[in-house]
């Protein structure tokens, strides 16, 4: 069955995102299978709002995190591919994929401490709310996987450890499955593309809230939406995330489906070692589906770790325990 929700998670150039007049675009994208034509957008005015959100999450990234994010474009078969850089310019790369249908910031700020030893590369998913090209990729076929691949390319690199959080894991998985060479080491956060929780649940805890909230916006009504992804409480949580959920909800059109799951048989030629981590109350992701069926698909699957009480969205805390064992997996596996 197909799971039909909508999932949140959640030449080169480089330019200042405070000044997008200087960006550099490409002028044509070649098309494949696997995409659809017209804007993710319902209107230019949110195409523009969601930007705004972009901008400002980044200037929240930087004065929080003390590190220089810049911005990079590269081309693709699908697409000109908008990325986040952090890190050392000569430190070992790392690509970092975002969750679904959120805003690359959202989710980036997760891995930030990793960036003063690595070179962190993430991506916006194209098809999703960023500043990529709005060509929506089938999550069900080799799309992701192409698309992944065009990046390696466009950084120059033969292949690289990768991260991905939710929709962003189900990406890896697509990598995987497609060019699975390209992988030095996967660290997946409660990944899309292995299995998934109850679909009542997911109905009644956040579909349901999510469309009463796009039917009569209210702060009270997002915050009911969104609260079930959330380990901390909405009351407590930076009003720009807040808004920029909200913005998603009501500007978007959602991908509402998640990458497809992956079987044994298409990663039977992945041998990278792969650390999963899992958040023991997660909605979209439980563990006591997706362990299972990580150990029974995943040939080289070194170690997987549960984060006790975090849900979807992990506090503060669950953040620094998810960016220490990643730091830890990859000194370890990240250049093996």
Known sequence: MSLRVAIFCSGDCEYDHR?????????????????????IYRTPGWKRELEDHYRRGVDHLERTGDVDVRSRRVETRYGSTH???????DAPPVVVFHGGNVTNPVSF??????ADEYRLYAPDTIGHPGLSAETRLSPADTSYGKWAVDILDELG?????MIGPSYGGGIVLRTAAYAPDRIDAAALYAPAGLATGSVWRLLSEIVVPM??????????RLERAIQPMFT???AELEDDLVE????????????REFPARA????????????????????????????????REVIPNLVSDVLLQGEAHFPSRAGRERLAERIREFLDEYGNS
């Open 109 to 114: 700020e997760w891995f930030l401490p990793l």
């Open 211 to 220: 469309l009463w909230y796009r039917l009569a916006p209210s702060r009270r």
């Open 19 to 39: 000044h997008p007049e200087t960006t550099i675009t490409f002028s044509r994208a070649v098309v494949e299978m696997g995409m659809t034509d017209g804007s």
């Open 83 to 89: 990325l986040l850089v952090a890190g050392p310019e």
């Open 232 to 234: 901390d409480s909405t």
């Open 157 to 161: 690199l033969e292949s690289a450890p």
């Open 244 to 255: 920029g959920i909200g913005a998603v909800f009501r500007g978007v059109k959602l991908e």
């Open 263 to 294: 079987s044994a048989a298409e990663l039977r030629a992945f041998d990278a070692p792969t650390l999963l981590v899992l958040a023991e109350d997660d909605l979209f992701f439980p563990p006591g589906a997706v362990g299972p069926r990580a």
